[in-house]
């Protein structure tokens, strides 16, 4: 018995101890067994999957034409508002004086022309005097049509029908000009669209007129079809990334509220051109760049760094860096340092 466990010991550390067919090549100097891949590009067009919120595509952020202070928000945020209906107003004190000075001084004005017109018309005053009694005239006509369009513009209408959904100032606040009061959307339209931020390379694949395919967590069931409405023209500042537009097609009006969380899957329909080889392919990769070694005579390897376009279910889309190579050594590459001699076992 001891015999027997004697000789099943050592037999378990020669086993242990001996070296794979690849670490005796290595040791030895020999080329080392990989398997390859021959390189050659693809039209694809892969599936973009990205996530964003929900808005409207007539969201409007509404404000006075003049600074001042605000008299009263009759809303608040979620109300349900009706075309015309009065927002807000601000306090018309400073307008209101500023309106009937700009009448004082076209009543001024106007007893002058009418005063330089007689003296004209009796040879006493001359041609330049009615004509600068004309100008100022015309000049305080066009002072007091400013301040009473300012005053119209005091007061906040709903420019449409839908509902408030942020209020952004309160009574008694000190606003500026074109400072946003409220924002309005006109979501009883149905309407929706959903904002979907995308890198670079995912925002040049996609076009106007992709079809798309929208997911809610308050559906995770059900899916919606989209398509792309419009892309953004320039990178977000907040963000860093650049935007593309869904709009949905039949909504699901009572599911929707603006800023809900939405998932999107774009199917470009203009296709790349890229290669698509296996994930373990890859050396020191990350999310856009890694390494792999190639080898263009079938006796030595390169190591070269690729771009990488995604990754999906184990294969790699890349987009460049292999445009020089033949073959791809996909099993074996652990082995391998630039310029190692290989054979290629299949």
Known sequence: MKKISLIFSVCFVVFACSPTKKEESIQQNKPIPVTVMALQQESISSPIQASGVFTTEDETYLGFKVGGVVQHVFVKEGDAVKAGQLLASLNLTEIKAQVQQAQILLNKAQRDFNRAKNLYRDSVA?????????????????????????QSFSEIRASQSGFILKKLA?????????????????????????????????????????????????????SFKASVLA????????TGTLWVTLRLQNAPQAKLAAGLFGKAIVTPRKKINSWVIPYDAILDGNATEGYVFVTQDGKKVEKIKIHIARIEHGKVFVSGGLEQAKSLIITGNAYLDAGSSIQIIR
């Open 170 to 222: 309160n009574d008694g606040q000190i606003v500026g000009p074109g400072t946003p009061i409220l924002l309005l959307n006109g979501a009883n339209k149905g309407n929706w669209v959903l904002k979907i931020g995308l890198s670079d390379r995912d925002w040049a694949a996609t076009t106007v007129g992709d079809p798309a395919e929208i997911r809610l967590d308050v559906s995770p069931n059900e």
């Open 126 to 150: 001359t041609l330049e005097q009615f004509q600068n009694a004309k100008t100022g005239l015309e000049i305080a006509q066009q002072a007091y049509n400013a301040g009473a369009f300012n």
């Open 231 to 238: 892309k953004s023209e320039g990178v977000d500042p907040v």
